[in-house]
C-alpha cells in the first residue's frame, strides 16, 4: 500500500482538522436546546452532530479528493497507512496503545477537571457531555446509550482514524516525528465541545498517533480508539444495571 502523500501547507493542515469541528460543534450546541427539550442526555446532541455533520462532512471531502486524482469517487490513493500487518502485532499494539493511552487520559484527568472548574464552570448544563445521568429514566438511557455506541464508539473513531490519521497525518509526513505533535495537539483542538479535554487527549493520543505512523496502519489506531470510546457505553450500561 502506498504511503507517499502530496503534503499540505502547514496552514490548509490547520484548517483541515479544525474545520470539521468547528462545523460539528456550531450543529452540538445548535442542537443542545433540542437535545434539552426532549429530555435527552447532552451527549445526544454530538451524536446527531456528528451524523449530519462531521461524517459527511469527511467522506463527502475525502472521497471528491479521490475523484480530483482519479475521476472516480475513491478512498485509494487519498486515505493512506493502510499496511498490512500481522495478527500478532494488532493484538500487541493495539493493547500497548489502549492501555498507555487510557492511562495518560487518566493520569490527567485532575488536570482536566482543573481546567474545566477554573476556566469552564460557566458551561451550560446541556452541553456537559458528561452530566449525571439520574434525571434521566432507563427507556431514555437505554435509547441513548444504543445511539451513542452506534455512533461515538464505532462511526465516529473509523472516520476520525481514517481522516485524522489516513489523509492528515501522511500529509505532514515532511516534519518526521514532529508531524506526531502536530496532529495530536490539532485533533484535541478539534473537539470544540469540550475544550477542557484538550490537554489530556493531546498526551493521551501520542502513543497512538506514534504507532500509526511508524507502523503505517490507521487500524490500529482504529481499533484501541473504539475500544477507548466505548468506556464510556459501559459506564452508562453500568449505571442502568445499577440503579434501575
Not at 207 to 223: A, C, E, R, S
Amino acid at each position: 500500500m502506498n504511503t507517499i502523500s502530496k503534503q499540505h501547507p502547514l496552514g490548509l493542515s490547520v484548517v483541515l482538522h479544525l474545520l470539521p469541528g468547528v462545523l460539528t460543534g456550531i450543529a452540538f450546541f445548535l442542537l443542545g436546546p433540542y437535545v434539552q427539550q426532549r429530555n435527552l442526555p447532552p451527549f445526544m446532541a454530538l451524536c446527531i452532530a456528528d451524523l449530519v455533520v462531521f461524517l459527511p462532512f469527511v467522506y463527502g471531502y475525502l472521497y471528491l479528493q479521490g475523484r480530483k486524482q482519479t475521476g472516480r469517487f475513491t478512498l485509494d490513493g487519498v486515505v493512506l497507512y493502510r499496511t498490512q500487518i500481522r495478527l500478532w502485532e494488532y493484538l500487541v499494539y493495539v493493547l500497548v496503545v489502549f492501555f498507555a493511552s487510557g492511562l495518560l487520559v487518566l493520569s490527567l484527568s485532575s488536570v482536566s477537571n482543573y481546567i474545566f472548574k477554573d476556566f469552564f464552570s460557566w458551561w451550560p448544563a446541556m452541553y456537559d457531555t458528561g452530566a449525571d445521568l439520574s434525571a434521566y429514566s432507563r427507556s431514555t438511557l437505554i435509547f441513548s446509550y444504543i445511539i451513542n455506541f452506534s455512533v461515538i464508539s464505532l462511526a465516529a473513531p473509523i472516520t476520525e482514524e481514517i481522516y485524522f490519521r489516513g489523509y492528515l497525518l501522511p500529509g505532514l509526513s515532511r516534519f518526521g516525528l514532529w508531524a506526531i505533535p502536530i496532529n495530536s495537539i490539532l485533533f484535541a483542538l478539534f473537539h470544540v465541545w469540550s475544550p477542557w479535554m484538550a490537554v489530556a487527549r493531546f498526551v493521551g493520543l501520542i502513543p497512538l498517533i506514534f504507532v500509526t505512523q511508524k507502523k503505517h496502519n490507521i487500524y490500529i489506531g482504529m481499533i484501541a480508539h473504539i475500544l477507548v470510546n466505548i468506556v464510556d457505553v459501559v459506564t452508562g450500561v453500568t449505571f442502568i444495571i445499577k440503579h434501575f
